[in-house]
């Protein structure tokens, strides 16, 4: 008979995965902020990782969840920028008519 050493630990870290993944399913929460103000944009960020520290912190060590925060963080932070640069042209278009 053969073993396969390390299942029981590879099927912790899906586990684990996956209740982290379904701690995320949903909304994550609400952001606001005044898109001509840089520390309003920031403040924004900051609470984005927040939030997903405090659904995802817990399972910072798990090899796939691990990962995913950090990338989860630079989407949000990319989200918040392109939303605030969105809201300055619209902005600025409204300004010209």
């Known amino acids: 008979m053969v073993k396969i050493k390390g299942l029981e630990a590879l099927q912790k ?3 684990e995965a996956q209740k982290a993944l379904d701690s ?3 909304e ?3 952001l606001s902020f005044n898109p001509e103000d840089p520390a309003s944009i920031e403040a924004a960020i900051a609470e984005s990782e927040r939030l997903v520290d405090e659904r995802l912190g817990s399972y910072a060590g798990n090899a796939i969840v691990g990962p995913l ?3 989860m963080k ?3 932070r990319t989200a918040v920028v392109e939303k605030a640069a969105e809201a300055r042209l619209k ?3 409204a300004d010209d008519e």
């Open 74 to 76: 630079d989407a949000y």
């Open 91 to 93: 902005g600025e278009a």
């Open 13 to 15: 870290t899906l586990s």
């Open 24 to 26: 995320v399913n949903g």
């Open 28 to 30: 994550l929460g609400t």
């Open 69 to 71: 925060i950090s990338q």
